[in-house]
Each structure stands twice: as C-alpha cells, then as structure tokens.
C-alpha cells in the first residue's frame, strides 16, 4: 500500500494557517492540503494573534544603554518600550546582533510579526551563531506564526541550530529550551518520532517540565502508541492550558475504541477549556455527507474526473488501525483523507481482479472535527479530495507542502 494522507489542524494556542480558498490550483495534479498535529503546544507563551494594534512606546533609558532599557522593559512586558528603547540600539549600533534580537522579541510579543521576521534576518546575517537571535526566531516561526509547513520548517531549522550549539558548549538550560521548540516543530511537521527524542532529552533532566510532558503525549498520539499516550493526556487535563488539547485526544482514543459516552464527556470538557479551539463538530448524517462529496466531485475539472474513473471513493468515519500503522512511520489517527495505491502510471497489482487497487477515503468524523461551519467543511472536504488527486498524480506529502499546497 502507498498511503498518501491529508492531515487534521486544529487546536491549542498556536495559530494555523487557513486552508487556501478553491479556486483550486490550474495544475491538474496539485491537491492542497493542511500539515499534522490534532493541537500545537504553547510553549514559552507567544501573541494569540498577527492583528495586534501597534502600540507606540517612548524610550527612557534612564541613564542605561538602550539595549539594556530594552531588555528590562520586556522583562517587564512594557512591550511598546522595549520595541522603542530597542529601535534606538539599532540605530546606534546597526550591526549590533543583540539590538535586532531585542527588537525581533518585541515585535514578536506586539504581534508585528512580519516586522519581526526581518529583524530576525538581520540579526542572524549579522551573527548566525546567535544563541540569543537563534532563540527568538525558533521562537517566531515555530511558536507565534501560523503553522504551516514553511513556518514550522524554518522554526525547526533555528531550533535545531541552537540545539547544538548549546550542546557543543554544554548550556543546559539553553539546551533543553531549544529541544522544547524543535519538539513543538517537529511534532508540527508530522516528525512525531523526533519530536519524541526532542521531549524526552527535556524530560531526562526535568522530568516536571510541562511542555516537553505535552509534546510527549502528542507524539505518542501521533505515532499510534496509544496505551501510552493514553495516561500521558489523562495528567494533562489536570494543567490548564493543556486541559483543552489533551480532554480532545482522549475523545478520539475513545472514540476509536467504541466509548460513545467518554468520548462525548471528553470532548465537551475539551470544548469547555477551549472553546475557540474546539468548537461542536460539522458532523452530517452519512446520507448528508455523501451528497455533499457527490457535489464535490462534480465540480472537478473533466481531467480530474477522468483521473478518478475507476477509483472508488470512499466514506468512512475515522482510520482504520491497518491503515495507520500499515507503513513506518504510523499515520496520524487524524488524518482527513487517503489515497491508497501507486500511482497513475505504475503497476497496480489486482488491476485484472474484482477490486481496484487504488481507492481513495475520507473520514467523516475527523472532517468534521477539522472545521466551524458547513460551508468550511465543503471547503475543506475539496482540499482534502484535491489532495488525494495529487497523490493519485504521484505527488508526495512533502512535494505538495514545497509548492504551497499543504
């Protein structure tokens, strides 16, 4: 089996890119999509959203440098002032590595987030060893920006730096604070196996240390290890701000297990927590939803149809165990779709027989937890299909993610 999936977003405090509009692609063998991961973690804080009104701040330094008033007033969270006190160290020092960290932290925490991005590259140009800019863009692109393959791949990328410069110059603490985010990317990008690694090396020197406990959790998830995963969520509930992320996870897992009731129970406590980021699911009867994908499928270009001539398309509620864990590394129990088969053009075993050997299914029920409304869920259940359309095409995860359409 070649499984070609398209995965759930939702969740926890990171924000995540909308789903591109359809208008779909005008190549034929383009299939948008959305990245991994049921929730995202919120480790080391980060804005709740890239509208934040700007704020002018004034610059007293008080008889301190710049860069230090800086640096005091976001220790204080006088964002405005650190971002002014900050500008004026640029200005004094323009190839001052930690003036352009200190102003990237401040626009970061303001919600500039694009402004941000460029003082990122400004410092990292001026010193790409940085720890200190190292950090803060880790931070932007793994923690603050909306995920997506780009944001999240760039937030690894610095994680992953800093990591091991802090273990060549055997920084503890920095250590484990770059692992903390390169799990969150990591876990993001649907390296839930690395991601693992990355919790566990926080956990083996702090074993208390909540965020590397929620990537863990979200990696045994992730990897279908789910009597492990199991009581990691269930400790969860008890911290607040996992409380929604991980009551979600249970439901699933309960759901998957046939436990209507716990699974009701555990999704309304999730819906409780965090009702932004668990609102009640766009769930159509099968009849509904058959109509809907029927309608759907109409509206495909002639040369999609005839690719799909042939290919049956089918309905389920969630994934099958065979399906998740039938190849290394296991499938995402969330995924939205799957395209099972090769590709357009290679060999299909079982073409002379009775069943086709290519099919594609989507998930209604994990369809309808990926989504607010009826007509998100129409939007998306053409995504998920043009994704599997793509695979059909022999386009793969990471090719699809490279041009856009993830």
């Known amino acids: 089996m070649w499984p070609s999936v398209l995965l759930l977003v939702a969740a926890c405090p990171k924000p995540v890119e909308p789903p591109p509009a359809c208008g ?8 948008p999509g959305v990245d991994a991961g049921l929730a995202t973690s919120a480790v080391d804080g980060g804005p709740s959203s890239a509208t934040v009104p700007r704020q002018l701040g004034v610059c007293d330094v008080k008889g301190k440098l710049p860069l ?14 650190a971002l002014a006190c900050a500008a004026r160290a640029c200005a004094q020092s323009p190839d001052d590595v930690l003036a352009h960290t200190e102003r990237g932290r401040a626009l970061t925490e303001l919600g500039q987030l694009d402004e941000a991005k460029q003082a990122f590259a400004h410092a990292l140009a001026v010193d790409p060893d940085s720890l ?30 800093g990591f091991e410069l802090a273990h060549q110059a055997d920084l503890r603490e920095e250590r484990r604070r770059f692992a903390r985010m390169e799990a969150v990317a990591l876990n993001d990008l649907g390296r839930s196996a690395e991601a693992l690694e990355r919790a566990r090396d926080v956990l083996a020197t702090d074993p208390k240390d909540e965020d590397a406990r929620y990537e863990e959790a979200l990696a045994l998830f992730e990897l279908c290890r789910f009597d492990e995963a199991k009581p990691a969520l269930t400790a969860l509930t008890s911290v607040e701000r996992f409380a929604g992320p991980a009551h979600q996870h249970l439901g699933v897992l309960a759901e998957r297990e046939g436990e209507a009731g716990l699974a009701k129970h555990h999704f309304a406590q999730a819906r409780l927590a965090a009702p932004k980021e668990f ?24 040369e999609l149809k005839k690719d799909l001539k042939g290919v049956p398309l089918e309905v389920e509620d969630f994934p099958a165990l065979l399906d998740l ?38 998930y209604r029920l994990n369809l309808a937890r990926a989504v607010k409304t009826r007509a998100e869920l129409e939007e998306q259940l053409r995504i998920t299909l043009w994704h599997e359309l793509g695979h059909l095409r022999g386009e793969d995860d990471d090719e699809l993610a490279a041009r856009g359409l993830q």
């Not at 800019?133 to 730096?161: K, M, Q, T, V």
């Open 24 to 31: 779909c692609p005008s190549d034929a063998g383009s299939a």
């Open 68 to 81: 230090d008033a800086a640096a005091a007033a976001f220790d204080k969270g006088d964002y405005p002032t």
């Open 132 to 161: 200190d800019a190292l950090a803060g863009a880790a931070h932007l692109y793994a923690l603050a920006l909306p995920s997506g393959h780009e944001n999240d791949g760039l937030g690894r990328l610095y994680a992953a730096r």
């Open 279 to 302: 609102p009640p699911p766009v769930v159509l009867d099968v009849g509904e939803f058959r109509a809907l994908l029927a309608k759907v499928v109409a509206e495909l270009p002639a």
């Open 325 to 362: 864990t039938g190849d290394e590394p296991p499938l995402s129990p969330t995924i939205l779709g799957l395209f099972r088969g090769p590709p357009l053009g290679e060999r299909c075993e079982g073409d002379a027989g009775a069943t086709p050997c290519r099919s594609i299914v989507v």
